[in-house]
């Protein structure tokens, strides 16, 4: 079956510090890849995605990722962790290039001052 | 500006009392979706639709149903709420190539 898992449940960084919230998959073909972000008592957000070409992707807030295809992970990184970046952060992955997305189970980044 | 609107953003209610959900685009996507979000199990998607009048079950349909007559509304309907429908619920829309756009969110309590 196909699935998304992120790893850990939290992530605790110090403000300053990178970050990095791991997310890999268990997907067929090549398939369209995400982060959002939610923010306490908001809907999700998107913060980037990788289609095609580069491995490092930039997205919003300063957040990057980084596609590694024979480990077939997307890993969320940021070299300088903020407060205000504490909050849930879920990947997903669209197996046909479509409209359908396949969800981790979110992983809570709390970046300590 | 582009948005998804849902009304009401929190519900309490009792159990076998019928309630919609409403959920309504500006952006003229043609698919709309409904997750719940309940802690631990991330994102379940109740059911979709890609386009008007076409609509498909996700992964946890049960006890839940949609219609999409307008291509802006896609509202969700409990017929017969239980207590294991108290969630976070999302309406999400997409452009294509798997970007969503989600509503605010409801919060459901059935007692």
């Known amino acids: ?113 | 500006e582009a948005q998804v609107t849902q009304n009401p953003r929190y519900l309490i209610t009792v159990t076998g009392k019928k309630l919609t959900v409403t959920c309504s685009q500006n952006m003229n996507h043609e698919y709309m979706s409904w997750y719940r979000q309940d802690p631990g199990l991330g994102l379940r998607q109740i059911y979709y639709s890609m386009n008007v009048e076409v609509t498909d079950k996700g992964d946890v349909p049960e006890g839940y149903k949609v219609s999409r007559k307008e291509k802006r509304n896609f509202p969700l309907i409990l017929e017969s709420p239980s207590p294991n429908q108290t969630s976070l619920y999302f309406c999400a829309t997409n452009k294509g190539e798997g970007e969503q756009y989600f509503g605010p969110g409801t919060r459901l309590t059935v007692t």
């Open chain 1, 1 to 113: 079956a196909q699935s998304v898992a992120q790893p850990e449940d939290q992530v605790n960084v110090a403000e300053g510090n990178p970050l990095t919230v791991k997310c890999t998959y268990s997907v067929s073909g090549n398939p369209y890849l995400f982060w959002y972000v939610q923010y306490p008592n908001r809907g999700l957000q998107f913060l980037l995605k990788y289609i095609t070409g580069d491995n490092l992707v930039k997205g919003s807030y300063g957040f990057e990722a980084e596609f590694n295809k024979s480990q077939t992970s997307f890993h969320l990184k940021k070299p300088s962790a903020l407060v205000s970046d504490s909050a849930l952060y879920f990947c997903a992955v669209s197996p046909h290039s479509n409209y359908q997305l396949i969800w981790g189970a979110g992983t809570k980044l709390i970046i300590k001052p």
